[in-house]
């Protein structure tokens, strides 16, 4: 089993930044590659970004490519989402996932570890 626990979600304005983190305990921590994903209100789940279990690899959703930076470290058993010029459109509850980097490059479907989630509020 694999703990997630997500932070560092709130309320800022349109152009700022925000750091997430997802703090995993439990199993090795490096085995996984780890995940974000978002949701928000009366839409689907989406992916936002990824990377390998080592960190050598990012993958990240057209939306925030050039705005959003994931990044993990293994030593300290946590992942990072640092979002730049956020905007309205990036309002949502986002979720830390960890698991195979096929399936976190998808839609989430088969993704077996969650955080509960974290709120980020965009106002314009």
């Known amino acids: 089993q694999v703990q997630l626990v997500e932070s560092g979600g709130g309320l800022v304005q349109a152009g700022g930044s925000l750091r997430l983190s997802c703090a995993a305990s439990g199993r090795t921590f490096s085995d996984y590659a780890m995940g974000w994903f978002r949701q928000a209100p009366g839409k689907e789940r989406e992916f936002v970004a990824a990377v390998t279990s080592s960190g050598s690899s990012s993958y990240y959703a057209d939306s925030v490519k050039g705005r959003f930076t994931i990044s993990r470290d293994n030593a300290k058993n946590t992942q990072y989402l640092q979002m730049n010029s956020l905007k309205s459109e990036d309002t949502a509850v986002y979720y830390c996932?960890?698991?195979?980097?096929?399936?976190?490059?998808?839609?989430?479907?088969?993704?077996?570890?969650w955080g509960k989630g974290t709120l980020v509020t965009v106002s314009s």
């Open positions: 996932a960890a698991g195979n980097i096929g399936t976190l490059r998808g839609n989430g479907n088969g993704v077996i570890y």
